[in-house]
């Protein structure tokens, strides 16, 4: 990428950063909802500033090495169109910071938010939740927000990727919850332990097929195991759902994310009394299932 001479200052080079974003049509989604705030995230990161903070330095003269670091970056994002994540090795779920790379999908869930508050009103007691099971834990983000959630749970992290599930260690070893995450190599339920878990949640794979060939560029470079969901999008939800009953306590929930998918799985379950649980984005994308609803409505 060819960058003018004369851009010496942090503003100077955030200006042309977003012009660049915004002319080369980059699709955000992983963090950043626009060019402003991913070129901002971009360049304070990569100058070891603040990320809070860009208005003190923005009359700063970068070093000639500053320059090339910051060029490179550019390059990677807007020529390979390498989502910021993957440049910066972090991604974030409010309050909760992550490591991620190209073996994982970059953390982004409605259930995280749901969490916030421990799944309130629809789990009135936090601490009655004494197991717990991430089904397709990538990261191991969401099995984090369970364990922060709900202190007295021991929680599975089930994930099919043994690349996903080294991500997944590394994050459960920054928050020093080696004690109470287990990470689990299976596909869905088949290799997990013969136990009965209070709560399973799962952000599995839901991109239909159609939108799989549509994805952006910057979503070719996620794990398509982890996106990929078939015609429907419904092929490891049915699996769930088939398999869930026999993994949950007589009380227990299920918390799955479908994403835009909510007409499908209507469409798929005609009989499964789906309870669509509002988030602060989204008023229909994760469903909320008792056992006894789940063995009723198949």
Same mark, same amino acid.
């Given at each position: ?23 080369? #049509?980059?699709?955000? #989604?992983?963090?950043? +909802? ?43 994002? $807007? ?5 910021? +994540? ?18 994982? $999908?970059?953390?982004?869930?409605? $259930? ?30 969401? +099995? ?40 689990? !190599? ?30 952006? !560029?910057?979503? !070719? ?6 996106? +990929?969901? #078939?015609?429907? #999008? ?14 949950l306590e007589p009380e227990g929930l299920l918390v799955v994310e479908v994403g835009n998918n909510r007409l499908a799985a209507e469409a798929a379950f005609e009989r499964m009394p789906f309870l669509w649980l509002a988030t602060p984005s989204a008023e229909d994308s994760v469903f909320l299932l008792k056992r006894e609803e789940i063995v009723q409505g198949r």
């Amino acid at each position: 990428m060819n960058v003018p001479p004369e851009l010496d200052t942090l503003r100077d080079w955030l200006r042309f950063a977003v012009s660049r974003f915004t002319h080369a #049509g980059l699709a955000f #989604g992983h963090g950043c +909802a626009n060019a402003y705030d991913e070129a901002a995230y971009l360049l304070l990161h990569a100058l070891h500033l603040p990320p809070e903070r860009i208005e003190p330095f923005l009359d700063a003269k970068l070093t000639h090495a500053e320059k090339g670091d910051l060029a490179e970056l550019l390059t990677q994002r $807007i020529e390979e169109r390498v989502p910021a +994540a993957y440049l910066t090795h972090e991604a974030w779920l409010g309050d909760f910071h992550f490591y991620v790379d190209e073996r994982v $999908i970059i953390p982004r869930s409605f $259930i995280a938010e749901l969490l916030r508050d421990a799944f309130a009103p629809h789990i009135v007691d936090p601490a009655s939740i004494r197991s717990a099971l991430d089904l397709c834990t990538g990261s191991g983000c969401l +099995a984090v927000l369970l364990a922060h959630a709900f202190s007295e749970a021991d929680i599975d992290a089930a994930d099919i990727s043994s690349d996903a599930l080294a991500v997944a260690q590394r994050n459960v070893s920054d928050y020093g919850l080696a004690d109470r995450i287990n990470l689990v !190599r299976s596909d869905l339920f088949d290799n997990l332990p013969e136990k009965s878990y209070d709560l399973i949640i799962s952000n599995p794979p839901y991109v239909t097929s159609v939108a799989m060939e549509d994805l952006p !560029r910057e979503y !070719r470079h996620e794990p398509a195991l982890a996106l +990929a969901g #078939g015609d429907d #999008g419904m092929d490891a939800v049915r699996t769930i759902l088939r398999d869930a009953p026999r993994f949950l306590e007589p009380e227990g929930l299920l918390v799955v994310e479908v994403g835009n998918n909510r007409l499908a799985a209507e469409a798929a379950f005609e009989r499964m009394p789906f309870l669509w649980l509002a988030t602060p984005s989204a008023e229909d994308s994760v469903f909320l299932l008792k056992r006894e609803e789940i063995v009723q409505g198949r």
